[in-house]
C-alpha cells in the first residue's frame, strides 16, 4: 500500500518513546487520556514551535517530569500529518507541576507490551515502524 505524502500543510506532531530497563526487559511510558485511552506521550506543535520543544513541553505536560536524554530519532511521513519521534527517559518531577488538567491525562505508566485490552488512544499508530528504528517491541 503507498502512502499518500501529506499535504503541504499537513500537521506536525511528536511521539515521545521514554524508555527504560528492567529485570523484564525494556519498559516504555505510557499516558492514559481520560476519554482516548493509552497513547504515547506528544502532540501537535503549537505556532511558532518547533519539534524539539514540542516534545519537551508535551511531555512535561502530559506525565510532569522532564524529558531526561531526549533524542530525535526519525521524522515519518504519515497520511495525517508529519511525526517527529523522539526518545528519553523519566526525568525528574517539575516541582509545583502535576499533568495539565487541559491535556486530561489521568496517568502514566510502564509497560512491556501494547495494554490492547485496556484501550489504546491510537491502536493504528506506526508502532511497528518507530520499534524497528528503536530497536524495541512493542508487542
Known amino acids: ?3 499518500e505524502p501529506p499535504a503541504p500543510h499537513a500537521k506536525e506532531y511528536t511521539v515521545i518513546v521514554a524508555v527504560r ?3 523484564a526487559g525494556n519498559e516504555f511510558l505510557m499516558v492514559r487520556h481520560i476519554k482516548r485511552g ?3 506521550p506528544g502532540g501537535k506543535l503549537e505556532a511558532n514551535e518547533g519539534p524539539v520543544h514540542c516534545a519537551l513541553r508535551e511531555f512535561r505536560e502530559e506525565t510532569g ?3 531526561s536524554s531526549p ?3 526519525v521524522k515519518l511521513r504519515k497520511p495525517n500529518g508529519i511525526c517527529h519521534v523522539f526518545t528519553g527517559g523519566l526525568g525528574a518531577a517539575v516541582e509545583g507541576t502535576k499533568p495539565d488538567p487541559k491535556e ?3 496517568e502514566y505508566r510502564w509497560f512491556s507490551r501494547l495494554p490492547r485490552a485496556e484501550g489504546l488512544a491510537f ?3 506506526p508502532y511497528d515502524e518507530i520499534g524497528a528504528k528503536l530497536g ?3 508487542g
Open 65 to 67: 517530569h522532564l524529558l
Open 71 to 73: 533524542h530525535y530519532v
Open 136 to 138: 524495541i517491541t512493542f
Open 21 to 23: 530497563s528492567s529485570a
Open 1 to 3: 500500500m503507498m502512502i
Open 38 to 40: 493509552w497513547e504515547l
Open 123 to 125: 491502536p493504528d499508530d
Open 104 to 106: 486530561a491525562v489521568v
